[in-house]
């Protein structure tokens, strides 16, 4: 998976420009040249055989309090082990309730290597559990970027400390941010060998209609995911041009507790789904999803698997079978996993305009539900997407359009703001927009 492409804007101290100041600068930082605190907190750093993480950075001390609107806190800190940044925990007083604010993980290039948004309701004890991980090398320097957007108070807990390792709005501030990054090292030692009769356990066989299938085949063996934040990835090669429809991943065991989250990307670094995972996405033992992308014959899309929470699972795995690379934890598998591709063929002329689709919603404006109905609509697979007005995405489904009609209902009762709402649908390449309104 291509993680670190340039999502951010590359910092260069040479060349004058007004976003370098929402882009950590570490070559200033080297210059002012107080050290990383994070690094200097060698008592920090110590691995817990009882923790999740191989090894851990944070300042607890706090004697000051940053508010800001509009602005951006950068918080550099020192990887202590190659491998996953597992779990980023950031103490504050509070945000501004409904307002979406941006946490970016940032390498010493200036990219963006991974990303979250989150809201008041993500805080809990004046703490919030930010959904990023990404993979680092020991001794290099990253960075924490939090922005506040225009209209959106945050304020940050720190600890009065001298410069060089904060920032804000790409001025260095005396302190160091009240944080935990937690590590894991890559290794093996999460890989269960655990051969078997070869057996006809495996996802469907037979392609649908129209559509061609990437799969391993037989497994022999499982690998398990046995902690918060353990990744696994695999890459292969699209079959042919058109629309990937599904995704099946094989499992030997889980727990009653699974989540996680499922992430497919093409070669270009594009995300075709982000999605996700509990309970519900299992069927008959096997990690099922709809997918609605469009990709080319012969490129390379990866998808990763990454382990939430009070949870572990174990995904089967075949040693014969060679579609592309494995990877736990970012580090190279001899491996698949078992798993089963479908890409329906594109097929001129084959569907009608999603344009002269007749959308309707209702109720409108809506409160606890909200339901869409198409109509005169092209066959097959579309996408339907509840999308707040900042482009955040918070509720996708794939809905089967048949004999021209479809529909969907979304449960909307977590939804607390109220306003304006953007209701999309996607089919292949074409693209249709509903403004729609909660009470």
């Given at each position: ?87 980023v ?50 001794g ?15 304020s940050?807990?720190?600890?009065l ?29 999460y ?7 070869r ?11 129209n ?18 934040g353990?990744?696994i ?57 709809p ?38 934890n ?23 305009d999603?344009?002269e ?52 209902s979304?449960d ?28």
């Open positions: 998976m291509k993680r670190g492409r340039n999502r951010g804007q590359i910092f260069n101290p040479l060349i004058p420009s007004t976003m370098n100041k929402f882009i950590y600068p570490l070559a200033a930082a080297a210059a002012l040249c107080t050290g990383n605190l994070f690094a200097q907190e060698a008592a920090l750093i110590t691995p817990n055989a009882d923790s999740a993480f191989d090894c851990v950075q944070e300042n607890t001390r706090q004697n000051r309090t940053l508010d800001f609107e509009g602005n951006v806190m950068t918080q550099e800190f020192t990887a202590c082990t190659s491998g996953t940044l597992s779990a925990e950031v103490s504050l007083k509070g945000v501004t309730e409904d307002v979406w604010y941006l946490a970016e993980i940032v390498n010493n290039h200036g990219e963006v290597i991974d990303d979250t948004r989150f809201t008041h309701r993500n805080i809990v004890n004046e703490t919030v559990q930010l959904n990023l991980m990404a993979d680092v090398e020991q290099h320097t990253y960075a924490l970027q939090l922005t506040a957007p225009a209209g959106g108070h945050m940050l807990r720190y600890q400390t001298g410069m060089g390792s904060m920032w804000f709005d790409g001025e260095p501030v005396r302190g160091t941010l009240t944080a935990k990054f937690g590590f894991n090292t890559d290794n093996t030692q890989v269960e060998s655990e051969y078997a009769n057996n006809s356990d495996t996802p469907e066989t037979r392609a649908l209609e559509e061609c299938k990437t799969s391993t085949g037989l497994s022999d063996g499982k690998v398990k995911l046995t902690a918060p353990h990744t990835s695999q890459s292969y090669t699209a079959c042919a041009n058109g629309t990937m429809t599904s995704l099946a991943l094989n499992l030997a065991h889980y727990t009653s507790e699974f989540e996680g989250r499922i992430r497919v990307e093409n070669e270009e670094g594009d995300v075709l789904i982000n999605n996700k995972l509990d309970r519900t996405n299992i069927v008959k033992d096997a990690i099922t999803l997918v609605n992308a469009e990709v080319t014959a012969g490129e390379t899309l990866t998808f990763s698997v990454k382990l939430g929470s009070d949870s572990q699972f174990a995904i089967k795995r075949n040693t014969q079978a060679n579609v592309g690379e494995c990877k736990l970012g580090v190279d598998m001899d491996f698949n996993l078992d798993f089963t591709s479908y890409i329906k063929e594109s097929h001129v002329g084959e569907n009608a999603l344009d689709a007749a959308i309707t919603t209702f109720p409108n404006p809506f409160n606890d539900r909200i339901n869409v109905r198409m109509e005169n609509a092209p066959k097959g697979p579309a996408t339907v997407q509840l999308l707040d007005f900042s482009g955040n995405i918070i509720r996708t489904e794939t809905v089967i359009v048949k004999d021209a009609e479809g529909n969907i979304f909307t009762r977590d939804i607390d703001g109220a306003g304006y709402y953007a209701l999309r649908i996607i089919q292949g390449d074409q693209i249709k927009n509903v403004t729609v309104l909660k009470r």
